[in-house]
């Protein structure tokens, strides 16, 4: 492997000069730049990142921390980010935590370690102080952290557009089915905001909550549908993330594909396989999302002054699941 040393030979100039070339670029001549550069491409030379970090304080790299890379939102979200992170000049390191708090803090600490110069973290855990015990700066996407810059979709608002939408097609008895997770999280805002709409219209939704969405397709399903056969009333269904709907009604079986058309179904978060599903949806905007994190942690990295909350703004997506039903509310 080439050193310094090497390519200081090669391009016969002294390794102080090719250390300023890298360093320093706009102090060294565009000849001696151009022989450097040959240099380096002829003997394949990489620069030792870290070591450059170290010198320079600055490593150009931004880390982000997520529980789950493969759930929708979270790849949409890495993509988002990646790209914004690419047209900044930033390199992107990406961690997991698997929803688990200790490797979460471990994960933070390894990034500490590389010398990133800062964070984008979608926590599921509550303590806030964590966050504040690091030396380089930090957003939150998704979720608001007291004390740390954050950014995430009106949730909330979300909620009651999917109430309204369910209650505009004539529901009485609507259910909600999600996780169940803490108060904190997203999931929470979309349901009381669902439940707040509805006692607009004098009418209280029946909650089916379970431990894990990611319980898989096969356990998801019995738990909906037993609640399904014990509660014949419901006549209206908010699903709290697409993903839920995706796992509930694809390769339905008859009956499952009769309750389907019988009843408006909404879900919340805009991804793909809603339009597959013709599936109506609150849509969060999630390019939007990574691509303002990021800018917001620059300007952190950099100093300069950044919102300490920014609540991006959701649209209803009308699909047939409930089209169809606003079509026999005007008859």
Known sequence: ??????????????????????????????????????????????????ARALQQKKSNIIGLVLPYINYAFFSELTDAVEESCHEHGYKLMLCKSGEHQEREQEMFSILQA????????????????????????????????????????????????????LTTCGSKHPLIIGSRVPEYLPGTD????????????????????????????????????????????????FCTSDMIAAQL??????HETDLYRKIPVIGFDGFEIAEWMDLSTISQPIQEMGECAVEMLIKKIEGKIAPEKLTLPVKLIQRSSTERFHRKQEK
């Open 190 to 237: 979309r349901i009381r905001g669902f439940e707040e709409e509805c006692a607009k219209a004098g009418v209280v939704p029946e909650i089916c909550l379970v431990e894990n969405i990611l319980m898989g397709k096969k356990a998801l399903k019995k738990v909906f549908f037993d609640y399904m056969e014990r509660n014949p009333e419901v006549d209206g269904i």
């Open 114 to 165: 590389n010398k990133v110069d800062g964070i984008l973290v979608c926590s599921r855990f509550g303590e806030a102080d964590v966050f504040k015990n690091y030396e380089f700066p930090v957003v939150s996407i998704e979720r608001e952290i007291e004390g740390i810059t954050s950014i995430m979709a009106d949730d909330y608002a979300g909620g009651r557009m999917a109430a309204r939408e």
């Open 249 to 254: 009604f694809s390769g339905m079986s008859v």
């Open 1 to 50: 492997m080439a050193t310094i040393v090497d390519v200081a030979e090669y391009a016969g100039v002294s390794v102080a000069t090719v250390s300023r070339m890298m360093n320093s670029p706009d102090v060294v001549s565009e000849k001696t730049k151009k022989k450097i550069h040959k240099a380096m491409q002829e003997l394949h030379y990489q620069p030792n990142a870290m």
